[in-house]
């Protein structure tokens, strides 16, 4: 199961009460980054999940304008629903098949009870300087990490496939419609 066996024992506590907060819901330790920064170092992750946050992606690229400029469609097309999804779905695939994408990691940690939970960390691309981790939380089991990183508006282990229409929808930029010119209102006739 990769549970570490030699972690230090000023870190005891400070994993159970990681534990204790996955399984019961009790305040997270405050220096649970004294942890992650052990784990990072001397723990071995059993649990990596490419992430996509698509509200970052759809900023950039998810525009009727844009994606006629980058050469997707011609400029005086009408883009439908079909074509946004379409787009976006190629842009999604893009930005995973890069690498410039986050991932997570998660370390199995447990109590000396038998109590368990998962250790996640967010590492990001430091360029020169290697990976970059910052503490992602913990949760009882892998499907919550999942959840957990969803309503925070990370895709995890995305497939551009299966991201509803809606939620590419929502984040798409439509051209607003050109406003209409007022007519006077016709006159009743007496």
Known sequence: ?????????????????????AISGTPLPKNAEDLMSWLEVN???????LTLDLERLASGYFDDNE????????????????DR?????????????????????GFNIA??????????????????GGA????GGVYKTEEDA???????GLFVD?????????EILKLWRRPKSKPQKNRPKPRKSK
């Open 1 to 21: 199961m990769g549970i570490p066996k030699d972690l230090p024992k000023e870190l005891h506590g400070v994993r159970d009460a990681a534990v204790a907060h």
């Open 43 to 49: 723990g071995e992750f059993q649990y990596e999940f």
């Open 67 to 82: 994606a006629k400029a980058r050469g997707d469609f011609l400029e005086d097309d009408v883009l439908t629903d079909a």
């Open 85 to 105: 999804v379409a787009a976006a779905r190629e842009m999604i695939e893009r930005e995973l098949s890069d690498g410039d994408s986050a991932f997570i990691i």
């Open 111 to 128: 109590r000396d009870d038998g109590a368990s939970a998962i250790f996640f960390c967010e590492t990001h691309d430091g360029g020169q």
């Open 132 to 135: 970059v981790y910052s503490f």
């Open 146 to 152: 999942k959840k957990g990183y969803l309503q925070t």
């Open 158 to 166: 995305p497939d551009a496939a299966k991201i509803p229409e809606g």
